[in-house]
T-cell receptor
């Protein structure tokens, strides 16, 4: 089974802090994704990566950056956290090249910015 | 533009009732895949089923069944004889070959909250 592990289930940070959310997958997947989930808005794609060191902006990249130095790890960075970034963050990975491959998700990180 | 529409925000049923979740999608690709995911209160999205654009045969798997109709661009999902453990948010997702082969991006619907009470 695919295992996608997010470093924290719950995280509380202060406004202005630099925040790192880590995601690791164990299936050698090429594609990795960061979403945020807010009530009534569904899943919104922040950034994604289709290979090591490759990254693309999703639908809501403002205020975020990402890093993918190794294939198994995809980090989401909040450069200067703000209260409107309080949300549920979900990481996913997927094998590239075959359209029928599902995305596999981690447990999510509930981030609160005070 | 919204490519995947789940018009039902929340559905509440009593245990043992059937629940049907609606999903309407929009695509110009001839090759695509549709998925259903379940998100229980614990938070993780769990992959349930997928269907490709060339196979309109409807299937049943245990208490789950799905109805794919290309003519109406719909991919509906039914839980038969619901149980309390079915309480979750259910997401429909579209994978278009044009974008997925290169980028792996999916289009997700907004989700439908299913509440099953004893």
């Amino acid at each position: 089974d695919v295992k996608v592990t997010q470093s924290s289930r719950y995280l509380v940070k202060r406004t202005g802090e630099k925040v790192f959310l880590e995601c690791v997958q164990d299936m050698d997947h090429e594609n990795m994704f960061w979403y945020r989930q807010d009530p009534g808005l569904g899943l919104r794609l922040i950034y994604f990566s289709y290979d090591v060191k490759m990254k693309e902006k999703g639908d809501i990249p403002e205020g975020y950056s990402v890093s993918r130095e190794k294939k198994e790890r995809f980090s989401l960075i909040l450069e200067s956290a703000s209260t409107n970034q309080t949300s549920m963050y979900l990481c996913a990975s997927r094998r590239q090249g075959i359209s029928n491959q599902p995305q596999h998700f981690g447990d999510g990180t509930r981030l609160s910015i005070l | 533009a919204q490519k995947v529409t789940q018009a039902q925000t929340e559905i509440s049923v009593v245990e043992k009732e059937d629940v049907t979740l609606d999903c309407v999608y929009e695509t110009r690709d001839t090759t695509y895949y549709l998925f259903w995911y379940k998100q229980p209160p614990s938070g993780e999205l769990v992959f349930l089923i997928r269907r490709n654009s060339f196979d309109e045969q409807n299937e049943i798997s245990g208490r789950y069944s799905w109805n794919f109709q290309k003519s109406t661009s719909s991919f509906n999902f039914t839980i038969t004889a619901s149980q309390v453990v079915d309480s979750a948010v259910y997401f429909c997702a579209l994978s278009e070959r044009r974008t997925t082969d290169s980028w792996g991006k999916f289009q997700f619907g907004a989700g439908t909250q299913v509440v099953v009470t004893p």
